[in-house]
T-cell receptor, first 113, second 114 residues
């Protein structure tokens, strides 16, 4: 079945550092890929997505590229801020026409000033 | 537009009591999802509905859990009887059939069973 594997957390970085959170997936067919973010005390919200190979999703300075050859969708940001502290979830869609998502386990990111 | 609304935001109850969590999805959304989040198990999908019909309840832990969606604007998740291991944050999310798969999450209900 489909699955998503994220790098283990927690991740702690200094402000303005470069961020990478790794995500790899296993899926049949051609899923869409997503990054969701959960700020403290809140529900998850969509950060970015990519629907086909080589697509790049971007939002709020974050980027991720859909790499079919390596089945990866790593999240990157060039210069993190304290406000980026949150839990980040990688996810994939199940099948076309079905809105169900498969989520990774989440990676907790803490940015220190 | 209002987002997904959940109530209550916090619930503290004693073991053996019945607990009912409520969710109002975004108007026009035809998918509704119930998730449970704990430190130990992460985010788990419990059940989801399409057009008010349960599609997959394989994530429901046991018969103590039940979920209903009597109409397009309301869903409940009930636990009877509750146990301490049910303590978690329960999220409701909704989405619209569009091929975009973007789920909108509510703020969650933090349940504590003593």
């Amino acid at each position: 079945g489909n699955s998503v594997t994220q790098m283990e957390g927690p991740v702690t970085l200094s402000e303005e550092a470069f961020l990478t959170i790794n995500c790899t997936y296993t899926a049949t067919g051609y899923p869409s890929l997503f990054w969701y973010v959960q700020y403290p005390g809140e529900g998850l919200q969509l950060l970015l997505k990519a629907t086909k190979a080589d697509d790049k999703g971007s939002n709020k300075g974050f980027e991720a590229t859909y790499r079919k050859e390596t089945t990866s969708f790593h999240l990157e940001k060039g210069s993190v801020q304290v406000s980026d502290s949150a839990v980040y979830f990688c996810a994939l869609s199940e099948t076309a026409g079905n809105e169900k998502l498969t989520f990774g386990t989440g990676t907790r990111l803490t940015i220190i000033p | 537009d209002a987002g997904v609304i959940q109530s209550p935001r916090h619930e503290v109850t004693e073991m053996g009591q019945e607990v009912t969590l409520r969710c109002k999805p975004i108007s026009g959304h035809d998918y509704l999802f119930w998730y449970r989040q704990t430190m130990m198990r992460g985010l788990e999908l419990l059940i989801y509905f399409n057009n008010n019909v349960p599609i997959d309840d394989s994530g429901m832990p046991e018969d103590r859990f039940s979920a209903k969606m009597p109409n397009a604007s309301f869903s409940t998740l009930k636990i009877q009887p509750s146990e301490p291991r049910d303590s978690a944050v329960y999220f409701c999310a909704s989405s619209r059939t569009s091929g975009r798969n973007e789920q909108f999450f509510g703020p969650g209900t933090r349940l504590t069973v003593l």
